[in-house]
């Protein structure tokens, strides 16, 4: 099956962010309605799926929606929504992506994120996280020393686990190896890279895992999906309701508990001291003592 490509115009790319990303911006903003990662492993239990009035009844990787002139609903909305910002969140911080990769492979073609990007030097958020689950990161290398220079700049790379595969479950978007070496460009070049093992899927060699995070990445940030799916008093039912739990459970039962987070909380915590962030308040940058 195909993936459907739209282009379209939007009025507004900067989202005011509540629920659960509240605790971490004050926007999100997404290049790209939808995800191509939709049929990949990241894309099983992604919560985002669940959400009609994004996919709008299209099946989860199977569209893609390009706002052609997202660069410059940034330009237009940056003076309202950074006064906004400033005076109601205290500063204007910036997510992207919640909802979309932004390094999705139809970038390529469209370029959108770059253009954003470049917008950003210009017209610069107080914080900017760039959210990703692809070592495609790597192509923008140019631009994050200079988005540095205006900016707080943290790129997030999404590695659930030191697994490439799940039973039943398509690979990932990008093989763990990739990903880690992608963090360890990143670093060497200056950039503040976080990893973040989110959704938490069952970890081969824990230590040997969280061992060379920390050497690849400033941070860790770990979260389950109970709590974490945005789902209502954090039950993991958007989670509960694909079939990522029944891979996990294949392999590892005892991960579709909290407290299989907690022991991996415990053991990264050991090896990157003072640099452990869990949930929310680890991607809002709050890392534990």
Not at 28 to 34: A, I
Not at 267 to 289: D, I, K, M, Q, S
Request: proline share 7%; hydrophobic share 40%.
């Amino acid at each position: 099956m195909g993936v459907q490509v739209s282009e379209v115009r939007v009025r507004s790319i900067l989202t005011r962010a509540g629920g659960y990303l509240r605790a971490v911006c004050s926007h999100s903003l997404q290049p790209y309605r939808g995800c191509t990662f939709g049929r990949a492993l990241c894309g099983a239990g992604c919560y985002v799926q669940h959400n009609r009035w994004l996919t709008r009844g299209a099946p989860w990787g199977g569209f893609l929606e390009a706002r052609l002139n997202a660069a410059a609903a940034y330009r237009a909305a940056y003076t309202r929504e950074r006064r906004w910002a400033r005076r109601a969140r205290g500063s204007f911080s910036v997510f992207m992506s919640s909802s979309t990769d932004p390094f999705v492979p139809q970038e390529d073609r469209f370029g959108l994120t770059r253009q954003v990007l470049e917008a950003m030097l210009e017209l610069p958020p107080d914080l900017l996280i760039l959210q990703t689950h692809t070592h495609r990161v790597l192509r923008y290398l140019d631009l994050y020393p200079r988005l540095l220079e205006r900016t707080a700049l943290r790129v997030h790379i999404s590695i659930e686990s030191d697994r490439d595969r799940l039973p039943g479950l398509p690979p990932p978007a990008s093989p763990v190896a990739r990903r880690l070496e992608a963090a360890r460009t990143l670093k060497q070049a200056g950039v503040p890279v976080v990893v973040t093992v989110a959704p938490l899927l069952p970890i081969e060699r824990p230590r040997a895992f969280f061992q060379r995070i920390a050497e690849c990445a400033d941070a860790v940030v770990i979260d389950h999906f109970i709590g974490g799916d945005g789902s209502p008093g954090g039950s993991g039912a958007r989670t509960l309701a694909t079939a990522l739990p029944a891979a996990i459970a294949r392999v590892a039962p005892a991960a579709l508990e909290l407290r299989y987070r907690d022991r991996m909380v415990a053991l990264a915590r050991e090896l990157l001291p003072g640099r452990v962030g869990v949930g929310c308040e680890g991607f809002a940058g709050r890392y534990l003592p």
